[in-house]
Protein backbone atom coordinates (compact mmCIF):
# COMPACT_ATOMS: atom_id res chain seq x y z
CA UNK A 1 0.00 0.00 0.00
CA UNK A 2 1.52 2.93 -0.76
CA UNK A 3 -0.42 5.37 1.53
CA UNK A 4 -3.23 8.12 0.49
CA UNK A 5 -3.27 9.31 -2.83
CA UNK A 6 -4.79 12.39 -4.14
CA UNK A 7 -4.90 14.06 -7.25
CA UNK A 8 -4.21 16.62 -8.74
CA UNK A 9 -1.32 17.55 -6.75
CA UNK A 10 -1.47 21.30 -7.63
CA UNK A 11 -5.06 23.13 -10.14
CA UNK A 12 -4.79 26.57 -11.09
CA UNK A 13 -8.63 27.52 -12.38
CA UNK A 14 -10.37 30.70 -13.16
CA UNK A 15 -13.07 31.97 -10.75
CA UNK A 16 -16.16 31.04 -11.52
CA UNK A 17 -14.94 27.17 -13.07
CA UNK A 18 -15.72 23.99 -10.97
CA UNK A 19 -12.77 22.15 -10.06
CA UNK A 20 -12.90 17.95 -8.52
CA UNK A 21 -10.31 17.00 -6.71
CA UNK A 22 -9.50 12.53 -6.43
CA UNK A 23 -8.77 10.97 -3.05
CA UNK A 24 -7.81 7.29 -2.75
CA UNK A 25 -6.93 6.17 1.01
CA UNK A 26 -5.33 3.08 2.31
CA UNK A 27 -7.24 0.23 1.21
CA UNK A 28 -8.46 -1.18 4.66
CA UNK A 29 -9.49 2.24 6.33
CA UNK A 30 -12.88 2.42 6.31
CA UNK A 31 -13.04 6.59 7.30
CA UNK A 32 -12.16 9.34 4.98
CA UNK A 33 -11.30 12.53 5.62
CA UNK A 34 -11.53 15.61 4.14
CA UNK A 35 -9.78 19.28 5.19
CA UNK A 36 -8.75 22.41 4.03
CA UNK A 37 -5.77 24.70 4.83
CA UNK A 38 -4.60 28.11 4.25
CA UNK A 39 -1.60 29.18 4.56
CA UNK A 40 -0.23 29.49 8.62
CA UNK A 41 -3.30 28.08 9.72
CA UNK A 42 -3.90 24.36 10.86
CA UNK A 43 -6.25 21.79 8.60
CA UNK A 44 -9.87 22.49 9.45
CA UNK A 45 -12.20 19.99 8.96
CA UNK A 46 -14.87 19.96 5.93
CA UNK A 47 -16.22 16.49 6.11
CA UNK A 48 -15.76 12.73 6.50
CA UNK A 49 -17.20 9.53 5.10
CA UNK A 50 -17.28 5.86 6.94
CA UNK A 51 -17.78 3.71 4.19
CA UNK A 52 -19.48 4.84 1.49
CA UNK A 53 -22.26 6.96 3.79
CA UNK A 54 -20.99 10.92 5.07
CA UNK A 55 -21.59 11.21 8.25
CA UNK A 56 -20.76 14.70 9.19
CA UNK A 57 -20.50 17.92 7.72
CA UNK A 58 -19.07 21.26 8.77
CA UNK A 59 -20.85 24.81 8.37
CA UNK A 60 -17.56 25.56 5.99
CA UNK A 61 -18.86 23.05 3.65
CA UNK A 62 -21.01 25.00 1.62
CA UNK A 63 -23.72 24.57 -1.03
CA UNK A 64 -21.06 25.13 -3.69
CA UNK A 65 -19.33 21.96 -2.31
CA UNK A 66 -19.96 18.15 -2.68
CA UNK A 67 -18.27 14.99 -1.89
CA UNK A 68 -18.68 11.80 -2.60
CA UNK A 69 -17.33 8.19 -1.79
CA UNK A 70 -19.56 5.90 -3.86
CA UNK A 71 -18.43 2.38 -3.30
CA UNK A 72 -16.75 2.89 -0.06
CA UNK A 73 -12.93 3.40 -1.89
CA UNK A 74 -11.86 6.51 -3.39
CA UNK A 75 -13.63 10.01 -2.54
CA UNK A 76 -14.41 12.69 -4.97
CA UNK A 77 -14.44 16.81 -3.79
CA UNK A 78 -16.04 19.38 -5.96
CA UNK A 79 -16.20 22.56 -5.68
CA UNK A 80 -18.33 24.37 -8.00
CA UNK A 81 -18.12 28.43 -9.30
CA UNK A 82 -14.86 28.62 -7.82
CA UNK A 83 -14.12 31.94 -5.64
CA UNK A 84 -10.83 33.56 -4.96
CA UNK A 85 -11.18 32.33 -1.13
CA UNK A 86 -11.66 28.57 -1.73
CA UNK A 87 -7.89 28.76 -2.42
CA UNK A 88 -6.00 26.20 -0.26
CA UNK A 89 -4.50 23.20 -0.11
CA UNK A 90 -7.64 19.99 0.27
CA UNK A 91 -6.24 17.41 2.64
CA UNK A 92 -7.57 13.77 2.29
CA UNK A 93 -7.07 11.83 5.76
CA UNK A 94 -8.03 7.93 5.71
CA UNK A 95 -8.20 5.66 9.10
CA UNK A 96 -9.37 2.60 10.53
CA UNK A 97 -12.68 3.08 12.87
CA UNK A 98 -13.70 0.39 15.53
CA UNK A 99 -13.72 -0.61 18.83
CA UNK A 100 -10.66 -3.69 18.73
CA UNK A 101 -8.08 -2.95 21.38
CA UNK A 102 -4.40 -2.57 20.15
CA UNK A 103 -5.44 -1.10 16.65
CA UNK A 104 -4.20 1.75 15.19
CA UNK A 105 -6.60 4.23 14.51
CA UNK A 106 -4.44 7.21 13.73
CA UNK A 107 -4.97 9.32 10.36
CA UNK A 108 -2.63 8.89 7.44
CA UNK A 109 -2.65 11.99 5.60
CA UNK A 110 -2.23 12.35 1.42
CA UNK A 111 -0.01 15.09 0.44
CA UNK A 112 -3.08 17.43 -0.52
CA UNK A 113 -4.18 19.35 -3.78
CA UNK A 114 -3.16 22.89 -3.90
CA UNK A 115 -5.90 24.90 -5.04
CA UNK A 116 -5.47 28.29 -6.29
CA UNK A 117 -8.28 30.60 -7.83
CA UNK A 118 -7.64 32.94 -10.63
CA UNK B 1 -16.99 23.72 19.72
CA UNK B 2 -13.69 22.57 20.13
CA UNK B 3 -11.05 25.07 20.14
CA UNK B 4 -7.06 24.09 20.29
CA UNK B 5 -4.96 27.00 21.39
CA UNK B 6 -0.61 26.47 20.21
CA UNK B 7 2.07 28.28 21.50
CA UNK B 8 4.78 30.01 20.39
CA UNK B 9 3.82 30.45 16.49
CA UNK B 10 7.26 30.58 15.86
CA UNK B 11 10.31 28.78 18.00
CA UNK B 12 13.97 28.65 16.77
CA UNK B 13 16.41 26.62 18.79
CA UNK B 14 19.82 25.90 18.37
CA UNK B 15 21.07 22.35 17.29
CA UNK B 16 21.57 19.83 20.37
CA UNK B 17 18.86 21.74 22.66
CA UNK B 18 15.38 21.03 23.53
CA UNK B 19 12.13 22.06 21.81
CA UNK B 20 8.56 22.58 23.93
CA UNK B 21 5.51 23.15 22.20
CA UNK B 22 2.14 23.75 24.32
CA UNK B 23 -1.32 23.46 23.53
CA UNK B 24 -4.70 23.67 25.39
CA UNK B 25 -7.98 22.79 24.73
CA UNK B 26 -11.71 23.21 25.27
CA UNK B 27 -13.86 20.60 25.11
CA UNK B 28 -13.47 18.73 28.23
CA UNK B 29 -14.94 15.58 26.13
CA UNK B 30 -11.44 15.08 23.60
CA UNK B 31 -9.31 12.11 24.47
CA UNK B 32 -6.91 11.78 22.22
CA UNK B 33 -4.37 14.00 21.29
CA UNK B 34 -1.90 13.82 18.32
CA UNK B 35 1.01 15.49 16.99
CA UNK B 36 1.88 16.04 13.75
CA UNK B 37 5.03 17.15 11.81
CA UNK B 38 4.53 18.96 8.01
CA UNK B 39 7.34 20.07 6.02
CA UNK B 40 6.96 22.16 2.84
CA UNK B 41 4.94 20.99 -0.29
CA UNK B 42 3.78 17.56 2.09
CA UNK B 43 0.37 17.04 4.00
CA UNK B 44 1.03 16.28 7.75
CA UNK B 45 2.74 13.06 9.76
CA UNK B 46 1.84 11.70 12.67
CA UNK B 47 4.46 11.85 15.26
CA UNK B 48 3.86 10.41 18.21
CA UNK B 49 0.37 10.53 20.13
CA UNK B 50 -1.41 10.56 23.40
CA UNK B 51 -5.22 9.17 25.04
CA UNK B 52 -6.50 10.61 28.21
CA UNK B 53 -6.00 7.20 30.32
CA UNK B 54 -2.12 8.01 29.67
CA UNK B 55 -0.42 11.11 31.35
CA UNK B 56 2.99 10.83 28.99
CA UNK B 57 4.35 8.56 26.64
CA UNK B 58 8.18 8.90 24.97
CA UNK B 59 9.52 7.69 21.94
CA UNK B 60 13.00 7.83 21.51
CA UNK B 61 13.82 12.04 21.10
CA UNK B 62 10.08 13.14 21.81
CA UNK B 63 7.88 12.92 24.34
CA UNK B 64 4.45 14.42 24.88
CA UNK B 65 2.48 14.70 28.37
CA UNK B 66 -0.83 15.34 28.95
CA UNK B 67 -3.01 17.01 32.15
CA UNK B 68 -6.21 16.67 31.79
CA UNK B 69 -7.47 18.36 34.68
CA UNK B 70 -5.79 21.81 33.03
CA UNK B 71 -6.71 21.14 29.80
CA UNK B 72 -3.25 21.48 28.48
CA UNK B 73 -0.85 18.79 26.56
CA UNK B 74 2.95 19.63 25.65
CA UNK B 75 5.34 18.15 22.86
CA UNK B 76 9.01 17.73 23.70
CA UNK B 77 11.73 17.38 21.31
CA UNK B 78 15.47 16.52 22.65
CA UNK B 79 18.49 16.95 21.09
CA UNK B 80 16.83 18.54 17.97
CA UNK B 81 18.58 18.01 14.50
CA UNK B 82 18.37 20.74 11.81
CA UNK B 83 15.60 17.88 10.09
CA UNK B 84 13.21 18.41 13.13
CA UNK B 85 12.64 21.90 11.24
CA UNK B 86 8.81 21.87 10.42
CA UNK B 87 5.61 23.33 11.14
CA UNK B 88 3.88 21.28 13.96
CA UNK B 89 0.72 20.77 14.75
CA UNK B 90 -1.63 19.68 18.00
CA UNK B 91 -5.05 18.26 17.51
CA UNK B 92 -7.75 17.24 19.36
CA UNK B 93 -10.60 14.42 19.43
CA UNK B 94 -13.20 13.33 21.10
CA UNK B 95 -12.28 9.73 19.96
CA UNK B 96 -9.58 8.06 18.76
CA UNK B 97 -10.19 8.12 14.62
CA UNK B 98 -12.11 10.57 14.58
CA UNK B 99 -12.34 14.09 13.18
CA UNK B 100 -9.57 16.13 14.55
CA UNK B 101 -9.20 20.20 15.68
CA UNK B 102 -5.75 21.23 15.20
CA UNK B 103 -4.09 24.10 16.67
CA UNK B 104 -2.51 26.72 14.73
CA UNK B 105 1.03 25.48 14.07
CA UNK B 106 4.39 25.92 15.53
CA UNK B 107 7.47 26.61 13.10
CA UNK B 108 9.95 25.37 14.24
CA UNK B 109 13.60 26.28 13.25
CA UNK B 110 16.64 24.08 14.24
CA UNK B 111 20.02 25.98 13.78
CA UNK B 112 23.27 24.20 13.15
Known amino acids: DTGVSQNPRHKITKRGQNVTFRCDPI?????LYWYRQTLGQGPEFLTY????????KSRLLSDRFSAERPKGSFSTLEIQRTEQGDSAMYLC????????????????FGSGTRLTVV | GENVEQHPSTLSVQEGDSAVIKCTYS??????FPWYKQELGKGPQLIID?????GEKKDQRIAVTLNKTAKHFSLHITETQPEDSAVYFCAASREYGNKLVFGAGTILRVKS
Open chain 1, 93 to 108: ASSLAGTGLGANYGYT
Open chain 1, 49 to 56: FQNEAQLE
Open chain 2, 50 to 54: IRSNV
Open chain 1, 27 to 31: SEHNR
Open chain 2, 27 to 32: DSASNY
